[in-house]
């Protein structure tokens, strides 16, 4: 049997290193999805994470003297408003404008609100940060205001402040990066479903096309060795892909200017070693459902628009997790994906698990893998998968 299945996988080998496809997609996803984390933090550090006064743009900062003195203490380099202010608005040349109306004075001083416009276009990401600092100082002087004239009236500001609610967090930074690395996880449990997809789809559709599958099926040789021998190549440049994309990713996220945004992106050896042990054994499992469904198919092309829907399935807990709260649950550790999503997340915060998950979910991914295996090696034993393509 080691024979057979040495020689299965030998050949296999040798054709997948040769098929420029499959070493596309066991190594270009490793490279694509780490410079997608680096550019997707590196952007919103620069858009979310500025510490930096903005400049404002003000259009009538004659009606409110005060206002402006105020803003000028902290800084702020105080901009009039050209007289196409609000075209430079809608074409994205302008971020915010501040407009104070000609009644402002006389509202002011009423003791009435006195409307300011703050306007924006508040769909363009980019103008996000200075949008939400100017609401912020604007919001900060109205509290300032008021303050003043209730210790006018004799009235202390605590009075409308019954409650004095404080805030006590106990999550350490890594967890709170945690939150925000969770696409991480994703990316990892992606790779183990690319890298192999089309070593998968070559040594089943592609031979039945070629026509050499059905001299290999001659030879008096079981069925299940020839889906094992398979099974072993597929799962070489699944595991391979899903090890690079883990650790450019980590390099990508030392990389990444995530300190502006107050996360921690710089995972120690034992929490990449231990997420590589969690992700590596859905390798063998996303390499036999992919054997199975590209033995199902009639067609190379057939083939890929199957694969291409199973890439959706791992996805889904990924994002259940990222948009559900979830509380883990033993059982949740014996589903292949949702297992390794939770335990990739235990990781980056911090919170090592127990060996037991760990356990639970490598056998339940092993153990699908096998009726996986066991599965495709009884499909190439009938006469009709050997022809669908004929």
Known sequence: ??????????????????????????????????????????????????????????????????????????????????TDAD?????????????????????FVAGEPAEIEVIADY????????????????????????????????IHPNVISPIKLSEVDLATPQKHSANLLTVVPLFVILACFIGGMQVAIDSTAGERERGSLEALLLNPVPRGQLALGKWLVTTGFS?????????????????????????????????????????????????????????????????????????????????????MPIRPSTWMFAVPALSQQLLITDALRGEFPSSAMVVIAAVSSFACAGVGVWATGRMLSRERIIFAGQ
């Open 123 to 154: 769909a363009r990401t980019s103008s996000a940060a200075d949008v939400r600092r100017a609401q912020q100082l604007l919001r900060a002087y109205s509290g300032s205001v008021a303050s003043f004239r209730l210790l006018a009236r004799g």
């Open 87 to 107: 075209a430079q608005v809608r074409d994205g040349r302008l971020d915010v404008l501040i407009v104070i109306k000609p009644d402002f004075p006389g509202d």
């Open 1 to 82: 049997m080691k024979s057979v299945v040495g020689a299965v996988a030998r050949v296999e080998w040798l054709s997948a290193v040769r098929d420029r496809r499959a070493l596309l997609s066991a190594l270009v996803f490793p490279l694509v999805g780490p410079v997608m984390i680096g550019f997707m933090f590196t952007g919103l550090a620069r858009t979310m994470g500025s510490g930096e006064a903005p400049a404002l743009t003000i259009r009538g900062g004659e009606h409110a003297p005060q206002l402006m003195s105020w803003l000028r203490g902290r800084g702020l380099q105080l901009h009039a408003a050209p």
């Open 239 to 323: 595991a391979t892909s899903a090890v690079i994309t883990l650790l450019l990713s980590v390099l990508s996220l030392r990389l990444a200017p995530l300190e502006e945004l107050g996360v921690r992106g710089d995972l120690g050896v034992l929490q990449v070693v231990l997420i590589a042990m969690v992700v590596l054994p859905l390798a063998p499992l996303a390499s036999a459902a992919q054997l199975y469904v590209a033995t199902f198919a009639r067609s190379f092309k057939e083939a890929q628009t199957w694969l291409s829907v199973l890439l959706f399935l791992p996805m889904i807990p990924g994002v259940i997790a990222t948009i």
